[in-house]
């Protein structure tokens, strides 16, 4: 696999940005500058799925803090080996995808992946709260889920090779 290596203070940095966006702001930070800026950055798209294909396509595989529009349809996309490290891709329909071998450290991948495959891909730390894995491959993957709360797992090959069906952890 050719993941990115991340130095010690930029893993620590984006560590404590995805504490922050899983729900440690207090109320009183919500006024702030830093906590607009910092929801500006992970809310605000900046490409399309068209844009994303199309890169993928001319062999661009460094997709490094995306953002897509939330809901987008990557149903039956092949982004196999993409980097994805820190990209917003949530809620989006990964029905069908290959996602195998791809970098997907510290994203926010909330979503529907019924039948798709993940397989090899490193998931450290990504966000699927809420997700769908139904018939999904999840052989090999790296790394463990950073928040799986609400998921469900139905006739998904775990990276053991067991095939489970549940709840994530709450």
């Known amino acids: 696999m050719n993941w990115i290596n991340i130095d010690p203070a930029e893993h620590e940095r984006r ?13 009183e930070d919500i006024l702030t500058p ?11 798209p900046n490409i399309t ?24 349809d990557l149903s039956g996309v092949d982004l196999s080996g993409a980097i994805f490290l820190g990209a917003n891709l949530a809620y989006s329909n990964f029905t069908n995808a290959n996602l195998s ?25 990504a966000d699927v709260g809420g997700s769908k894995f139904k018939n999904a491959n999840l052989l090999d993957t790296v790394g463990c889920f950073g928040i799986d709360c609400g998921a469900l797992f139905e006739d998904t090959i775990m990276s053991d090779g067991r095939v489970v069906s549940y709840e994530g952890r709450a």
């Open 49 to 72: 799925v068209e844009e994303l294909v199309e890169r993928y396509a001319a062999g661009e595989r460094n997709f490094i803090d995306i953002r897509l529009p939330e809901k987008s």
């Open 34 to 44: 830093v906590w607009h800026e910092f929801t500006g950055f992970y809310f605000t």
């Open 15 to 27: 560590l404590a940005l995805w504490f922050q966006r899983e729900g440690s702001w207090g109320r």
């Open 101 to 125: 071998n791809c970098d997907l450290r510290y994203s926010w991948m909330r979503g529907n992946f019924t039948r798709a495959n993940l397989e090899g891909a490193n998931i450290d730390r």
